[in-house]
């Protein structure tokens, strides 16, 4: 293991289920400290995905922590 994968691994990790492909995602919860950022971090825009944890749909100003499990969908307009 090199030694910056090694320093990433030692970080608090949040976990990311990205659907719909269900690709899943550990991500260095120093990165994504909030809604906005982990979008932001995905390469996604503030309306082009929802932020679930544990049934609650999150808003982008809300705080993550270490170790919790979100999953993030990616959602089509059709019009």
């Known amino acids: ?35 906005g950022r982990l979008l ?3 390469g996604l825009r503030q309306g082009t ?3 679930v944890r544990d049934g609650v749909l999150l808003t982008p100003d809300l705080p993550l922590y270490p170790g919790q499990t979100l999953m993030v969908r990616k959602v ?4």
């Open 40 to 42: 932001a971090l995905l």
């Open 49 to 51: 995905a929802i932020v």
């Open 1 to 35: 293991m090199t030694e910056s994968a090694h320093e990433e691994k030692s970080f608090p990790l949040l976990h990311v289920v990205l659907q719909p492909e269900e690709k899943r995602l550990d991500i260095a919860r120093h990165k994504a400290k909030n809604v």
């Open 76 to 79: 089509m307009s059709s019009g």
